[in-house]
């Protein structure tokens, strides 16, 4: 089930993206986002 989710969130991040530069945009947030949460705890 897990692989799923993981999976359908892959394919919605995919599909919100139009171009190659959008994508590595996503991915750049995504990846900020993670590094924030991680320094709040």
């Known amino acids: 089930m897990k692989k799923l989710l993981a999976c359908l969130a892959v ?3 995919l599909a919100g ?3 190659i530069a959008g994508m590595g945009k996503d ?3 995504a ?3 993670i ?3 991680a ?3």
Do not use: P
């Open 11 to 13: 394919l919605a991040l």
């Open 17 to 19: 993206c139009n171009t």
């Open 27 to 29: 991915i750049s947030h």
């Open 31 to 33: 990846g900020d986002s």
């Open 35 to 37: 590094e924030n949460a």
């Open 39 to 41: 320094k709040k705890k």
